[in-house]
């Protein structure tokens, strides 16, 4: 592969049938126009508590209708890839798709059973830890990394913002990232990462949004993850088609000053490295 070709693939990216801006046309003529090679959709998969942002089952249906049309109407321009975010609570099968992205989004509670989207209101996390943790932030933290290690073992294609509940601890409102118990618990997810051989996505979209001024994963654990395998993938988690490949050519000159020399591109052939 040529020098930044990873600048042609934006493979983690949502439409308005599930939470995002555009429609999955607008994507592709956006995609298409900005030369990329490869467009992979990755809808959020339906998961049966959700009632906000998770494609519901006729959803699902109108999406994989559509992309296989615009995977018609761009043959031979742009090669577009049926995905799905596939979360550990979802009822969809991932091995229906052309790739799937493992993600963790929910915490269900051990006490009252309820599940706790992590990764978007504060109150929601602030009454998770206070109902099912006992106060105790680091036990969410203990459980959601649980859950990732759970996801990694069922080998997706890649494997999902690694490190998603941090997203909305600011500089550590909910728990402290540099805890020693925070590190285990990711340390033990990323062993698991490493033994189910998972690429890492390196995503973006938390910058993009304004959530966060780093990446998932985090610098501490792209600099573990770099012995151990060191297979990333950069995504934008575009939720809009201005943001297919924002932040790319940063995240890959960040990457460079970690030690890295290669991330892999996503192609319908499957992972192509590409050096940085
Ligand atoms: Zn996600
Ligand atoms: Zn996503």
Not at 86 to 109: E, V
Request: proline fraction near 3%.
């Amino acid at each position: 592969m040529m020098a930044k070709e990873y600048l042609l693939s934006s493979v983690h990216t949502h439409t308005k049938l599930c939470d995002g801006k555009n429609t999955p046309e607008e994507m592709a003529v956006t995609a298409w126009r900005g030369g990329l090679r490869t467009l992979g959709f990755t809808g959020h998969s339906n998961t049966p508590f959700d009632l906000e942002y998770c494609m519901t089952r006729s959803r699902t249906a109108l999406y994989k209708a559509q992309v296989a049309k615009l995977k018609e109407r761009y043959s031979g321009k742009l090669d577009i890839l049926c995905g799905i975010e596939w979360d550990l609570f979802s009822d969809d099968d991932p091995a229906a798709y052309d790739y799937w992205i493992g993600s963790t989004h929910y915490l269900r509670g051990p006490k009252t059973g309820k599940y706790y989207e992590i990764d978007w209101r504060e109150s929601d996390l602030a009454a998770c830890i206070r109902d099912d943790f006992d106060g105790d932030g680091l036990a969410a933290v203990e459980a959601y990394f649980a859950n990732v290690a759970a996801l990694a073992a069922k080998k997706p294609t890649i494997l999902g913002h690694f490190d998603l509940i941090k997203k909305i601890n600011g500089d550590g409102k909910f728990f402290d990232e540099h805890a020693p118990r925070y590190r285990a618990a990711a340390d033990a997810a990323l062993m698991a990462a490493a033994r189910n051989r998972c690429v890492l996505e390196v995503n973006t979209g938390a910058v993009y949004r304004g959530f966060r001024q780093d990446y998932f994963p985090g610098d501490e654990l792209l600099k573990e993850w770099l012995p151990l395998s060191g297979n990333v993938v950069l995504t934008a988690d575009a939720h809009s088609d201005k943001a297919l490949t924002f932040g790319f050519e940063q995240a890959a000159a960040h990457l460079k000053e970690l030690g890295y020399t290669k991330v892999q591109v996503l192609t319908k052939t499957g992972f192509v490295p590409c050096e940085l």
